[in-house]
């Protein structure tokens, strides 16, 4: 990210990548104002405002003389999809868009850009099929999710600011998402394929997905829908295979798809998340001038598992 100064809103930035972004644009000389339903506190370039993510209040002015508004909130989609569960994750991605969009009609000077994250959940379940970002939304229930996330995006007039969305693939960190999980039962022989394996993983490490917030509020050609995903989306079973292979740990028999949702029901998790196939393109990325850092797995996992 290229050094200077202003002010960064990341709604919803008190999570897994909201913690990366800051300290990428802390260091490259940005002061950082998260939004959070934490109690609101200081430190350094750092400011956490408290807001609800739903109702108009006083953190509304921290949006003046901002340069972006990037937008994380939501409730993690890491739990049982049940009725009551999905209704908040909708209703808090929603509801943040529409709280934000107040605030922002409102603003004496609002940021240039906003930039708003949404999934590749979007696509719903594909199969090999190769999705690019004008590929049909799907029509199971994240899906819904995410058109509802994405359609109160879109359906907000401020016609003076550059939008972008981000659909973000499974991104791959140290301290949260997924990965760590995964690895714990690699490094216990437990690193089998889910279900069949053959369901594709559009994975991303969270160092590219910081490069990709930073070049969308950078670059002013940076405008409209991208997937944020590495070039070479894999199978579960090789995302298995190259996991064991940087873990050092021998094959393990793939894991039925019905112990894949007992056990994920047990964790307190959703085994369709393990389960789903979504081959995404990062075409469109690459052709906006993107150079990832980790384009292969076996990098970013090399990566990131050698420093644990
Ligand atoms: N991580 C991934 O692999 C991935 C993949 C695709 C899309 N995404 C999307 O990217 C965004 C950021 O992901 P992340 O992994 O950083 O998520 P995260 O760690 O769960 O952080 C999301 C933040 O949203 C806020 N939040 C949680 N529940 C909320 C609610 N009911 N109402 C309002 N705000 C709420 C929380 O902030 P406070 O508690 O401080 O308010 C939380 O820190 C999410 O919208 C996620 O769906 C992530």
Redesign the pocket.
């Known amino acids: 990210m290229s050094n200077t100064s202003g002010k960064i809103i990341l709604a ?8 990366a972004l800051t300290a990428a644009f802390l260091s490259a000389g940005y002061s950082v104002v ?5 109690p609101g506190s200081v430190s350094g370039n750092r400011m956490l405002v408290q ?4 109702t108009s209040g006083t953190w509304e002015q921290a949006l003046n003389g901002a340069s972006a508004l990037i937008n ?7 739990c049982p999809h049940t009725a009551k569960n999905l209704l ?1 994750i909708r ?3 929603t ?2 868009v529409q709280a934000l969009a107040s605030a922002m009609a409102r603003a004496s000077k609002p940021p240039q850009v906003w930039i708003q ?5 979007f696509y719903g379940d594909t199969g090999d099929r190769l999705n690019s970002e004008t590929s049909p939304p799907g029509a199971d229930s994240l899906a819904s999710v995410c058109q509802d996330w994405e359609g109160a995006f879109n359906a907000v007039q401020l016609s003076a600011t550059r939008r972008v969305i981000l ?5 791959l ?1 140290r301290n ?3 990965l760590p999980i995964l690895m714990r039962m690699t490094r216990c022989f437990l690193g089998g394929a889910a279900g069949s394996g053959r369901q594709y993983v559009s994975w991303i490490h969270l160092a590219d997905v910081v490069g990709a917030f930073a070049q969308a509020v950078q670059q002013p050609a940076f405008s409209g829908t991208y997937n944020v995903v590495a070039p070479e989306p894999v199978t579960n079973r090789d995302f298995m295979r190259v996991l064991r292979q940087v873990l050092h740990r021998p094959w393990s028999p793939p894991a039925p798809a019905l112990a894949v949702r007992w056990g994920a029901r047990l964790m307190g998790s959703e085994g369709s998340l393990a389960l789903v196939s979504q081959r995404c393109s990062a075409q469109k990325l690459l052709d906006a001038g993107f150079s990832f850092q980790f384009p292969r797995l076996d990098m970013a996992l090399g990566n990131l598992c050698r420093s644990i």
Do not use: H, K
């Open positions: 919803g930035g008190s999570g897994f990548i909201g913690q998260v939004l959070s339903r934490q807001w609800d993510g739903r994380l909130s939501g409730r993690s989609v890491n908040e209703d808090s991605r509801g943040s994250a949404s999934a590749i959940g659909r973000l693939g499974f991104v960190g949260g998402g997924a």
